[in-house]
């Protein structure tokens, strides 16, 4: 989807491919596409499939890598994304890598 794109405009081709995806292996995939941009839409992006129960590992995942290359420019939205994890999160690895960068953060 292009790492010469601005974020903002692969971040809109990402919401594209998730919705014409087929199938939540399809859908994981774009997902794990996402979580190497570098931006604020793309951890909303990310955040929204949180709650989705066939999405929600792989979009844990996007959250916390692109909390990686946002948190020292926008450690609000950092903060909010990551504590949804920590507290919904069935996964421990998970929990603990969010809470790394929480601490990194404060």
Same mark, same amino acid.
Do not use: F, W
């Given at each position: 989807?292009? &790492?010469?794109?601005?974020?903002? =405009?692969?971040?809109?081709?990402?919401?594209?491919?998730?919705t014409?995806?087929?199938?939540?292996n =399809?859908?994981k995939?774009v997902?794990?596409?996402?979580? &190497?941009?570098?931006?604020?839409?793309?951890?909303?992006?990310?955040?929204?499939?949180?709650?989705?129960l066939p999405?929600?590992?792989?979009?844990?995942?996007?959250?916390?890598?692109?909390?990686?290359?946002?948190? =020292?420019?926008?450690?609000? &939205?950092?903060?909010?994304?990551l504590?949804?994890?920590? =507290?919904?999160?069935?996964? &421990?690895?998970?929990?603990?890598q969010?809470?790394?960068?929480?601490?990194?953060?404060?």
């Amino acid at each position: 989807i292009g &790492k010469d794109r601005p974020a903002e =405009e692969s971040v809109q081709n990402y919401k594209t491919a998730i919705t014409l995806a087929t199938n939540s292996n =399809e859908q994981k995939m774009v997902l794990s596409g996402l979580a &190497k941009i570098q931006s604020v839409s793309a951890i909303d992006m990310a955040s929204s499939y949180l709650n989705n129960l066939p999405l929600q590992q792989e979009a844990e995942q996007a959250v916390i890598q692109i909390s990686r290359l946002i948190r =020292e420019d926008h450690p609000d &939205k950092v903060k909010t994304c990551l504590t949804k994890i920590v =507290e919904s999160s069935k996964n &421990k690895d998970t929990i603990n890598q969010a809470k790394n960068i929480l601490n990194q953060i404060q």
